[in-house]
């Protein structure tokens, strides 16, 4: 049971350490999973990321499509209601989307300090 417990903190501990690294991302600006993951010492743990990021949906303050994979791609796009609202939002900050991928990563791309 201890154990459980421990397992528990440390999730809702990586839970909310994510959102708040999500929260610092500037408008305009994008960063990905696995940077994020990186910079909270889970190098491992992209997917975790993305699937705190997918139980965020609709919550104005969290702004979860400034997220995407390490190739700028929009792959958390189905999250999103709509067929491109992952894409209108981005494209709304300026940033430039085609083919489900920003154009320039490198000119967008936020690194959480």
């Not at 499509?65 to 958390?76: C, F, P, T, W």
């Not at 189905?78 to 209108?88: A, C, I, S, V």
């Amino acid at each position: 049971m201890q154990a459980f417990s421990l397992f528990m903190k440390q999730s809702s501990d990586f839970y909310d350490r994510v959102l708040a690294v999500v929260k610092q991302i500037p408008y305009g600006k994008v960063t990905t999973y696995g940077l994020i993951a990186q910079y909270l010492g889970q190098k491992k743990s992209a997917r975790m990321v993305g699937w705190v990021l997918n139980k965020q949906k609709g919550k104005p303050d969290i702004p979860a499509h400034r997220v995407v994979n390490s190739k700028g791609l929009l792959s958390g796009k189905m999250h999103f209601e709509g067929t491109n609202l992952m894409e209108q939002l981005l494209i709304s900050e300026g940033i430039p989307v085609e083919n489900n991928q920003i154009v320039n990563l490198d000119k967008y791309l936020w690194q959480p300090e």
